[in-house]
């Protein structure tokens, strides 16, 4: 027995190392060539809109396909490339690249439109109606900002607007299809059906495009010009091409297509030496770790085989339809291992992961083990959204719970969440680094929370409370759209309760919180609409909620300071100051709206429902008193609802049980 625990042992240690030295040894840089594109090579891609037909990927929709006018597509290379990362003190260390393809444009009307570009983004989803002059790059709700982050080489094939310069030239757009240079060509007919072949390379600092590149020794250089990509772009980027058509129309294929990026590794410090270091203690713990296993199952038996957590599948099992039970394995080889490089944020309940399954985008929570609630959470998550289905709400994929390990699976949502956007990350003291949302953007997202949460509250089979209504939970989708997250807090309602419309604990972050709950200790339908409230405000005024913290909730607090401005009949002037159009009629009546939810009496807060119709101009604000009113407490005798429940003891000083999440 003993030799053959060591036999094992020594294979194990052996495959360890060689696994070790694989993985350390793997230079992390994009180099890939595709001479000409094959059915197979589908896999290697990310299409949109896209498909590899006829040797070439059809950027815009073959002939062979259905219409092909008023068309967008975009092809990306699979695995990202690493643009740039931190180095030591604050330098950028940035990667150069060269992208050597064949492109041939074939007009099929006239005109012929409407133009191809080599890509560089950080998301990969095609922008809605980005057909005709918008190229598959932007569409016109996102051109000319910078939360695009989309840098461009584009081939124009259309004078489609003013400030093109003509139907046959090269440019290069930043985040916006208002090119930041033009250059007209002369001899060269993009759109005349011929293989042209383009160089495009970036030493880091430059930009340069080649074209056309006749042979190895004759190179024509269109332009040059700096462009710090790296301020522009993540680290990871994508890589690929767009193109469009519009009422006329073209082929847009890629028939070939090389890239070399060079290599900038991850550590700052002699990563060589760093390795051995870590890897030699690793390789001790990882053995050390193995032989106790070894000897600890050994010992006792199956046992510790079995999952720690067999209640929780009963549970989620008995619950929902919806979301898939993935294996930890596909997730863990969707994340890369959980390799940092993919982390999209860290909370108190976890670490949340972008990954691919297939080639499809997901976002993976990782539950902390160290999260007391975890488990609890786990559950109310998996069985709360798992059953929902709206538009406004991140959806659900799948979870896995094996080897102590909870994880959710949610659709990837590439503009993260809207409190950098809003009020920058209060914890880490960071400033906003996103640019300011335009009006209709916010008042789109203020809209389509209202209708998340009406439909929570009275639109789905049971009712549900998400209690933990605030800007870091609310998801934005590459269109800026809201989509309510994080239920980890949610409670469903059952038939029964639903008379009460409460459910028990007291949960929440402060800031958001409405007064009563402190008193009743519970969430309530109307202390969702006061969340709700509050972020009306926060989303409008561009600043935080404010600190709650101390006995009198309301100090510092936006509501108090909103409510302030109200009474001196300058509300216009919370609006946040980087908003620089807008319709002051409209203004007003969302913020009025915010106040309304915030209104210190739950009973006199407006329903979802009616919130609904006054941001569609259905129905007016109510009215909000100048002064705030008083927290009366217990409220009306038509709310015996809450005063039959009574105060337990020991409740009136809450805050000490309280964390923000
Ligand atoms: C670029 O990458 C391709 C594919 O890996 C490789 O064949 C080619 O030699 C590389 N070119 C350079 C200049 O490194
Ligand atoms: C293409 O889109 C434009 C607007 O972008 C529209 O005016 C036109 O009718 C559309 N053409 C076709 C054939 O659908
Ligand atoms: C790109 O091409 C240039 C010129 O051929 C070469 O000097 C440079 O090293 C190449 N860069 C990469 C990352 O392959
Ligand atoms: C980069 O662009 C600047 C300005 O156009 C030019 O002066 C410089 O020579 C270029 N450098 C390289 C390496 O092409
Ligand atoms: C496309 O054609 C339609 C009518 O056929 C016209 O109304 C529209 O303006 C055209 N769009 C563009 C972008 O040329
Ligand atoms: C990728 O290409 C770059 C530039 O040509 C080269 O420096 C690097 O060594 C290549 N890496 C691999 C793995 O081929």
Known sequence: MLIMCSWRFSLLLILLIALCCAAFTQVECLNFSFPRFQDEDEQKLILHGSEVVKGAI???????????TNQSGRAFYRKPFKLWREGKGNRRIIASFNSTFVLRITAKSALGGEGLAFILADHTPLPENSHGKWLGIVNARTDGSSLSKVVAVEFDTRKSYEEDIDDNHVGLDVNSIYSKKQVPLYGVKLSAGDDITVKIQYDGKNISVFFPLTDETVKNLVFSMPLDLSDLLLQNTFVGFSASTG????????????????DIGEYPNGPNLLWVWITVPVVVILLGGVSFYFYWTRKDGKENLEDAYPEIEEQIQGHSMGPKKFRLKELRRATGKFDSKNRLGTGGFG?????FLGNKEVAVKRVSKNSSQGKQEFIAEVTTIGSLRHKNLV?????????????IVYEYMPNGSLDKFIIGDDNFGMKITEPALIWEIRHNIIYGVAQALDYLHNGCEKRVLHRDIKASNIMLDSEFNARVGDF????????SEKSHHTTKEIAGTLGYMAPESFLIGRATVETDVYAFGVLVLVVVCGRSPGNQNKQNNYCNSIVLWVWDLHNKDKILDAADSRLKEFDEEEMVHVLTLGLACCHPNPQERPSMRTVLKVLT???????????????????????????????PEGQLTPFTELTGR
Request: hydrophobic share 35%; with cysteine.
């Open 247 to 262: 009422n006329d129309t073209q082929l847009n294929c890629i028939r070939s297509w090389e890239f070399n990026g060079s």
């Open 351 to 355: 670490t949340v992961y972008k990954g």
């Open 395 to 407: 959806k659900l994929i799948g979870w896995c719970y094996e080897s102590h390990e909870l994880l």
């Open 488 to 495: 980890g807090l949610a409670r469903i309602i059952q038939q």
């Open 617 to 647: 101009g259905e129905a007016d604000p109510p009215m909000v008193s100048t002064e705030i009113p008083a927290f009366m407490w217990p409220p009306m005798a038509s709310f015996s609802d809450y005063t039959e429940i009574g105060l």
């Open 58 to 68: 059809q950027v815009t929709p073959d002939v062979s396909g259905d219409s092909i």
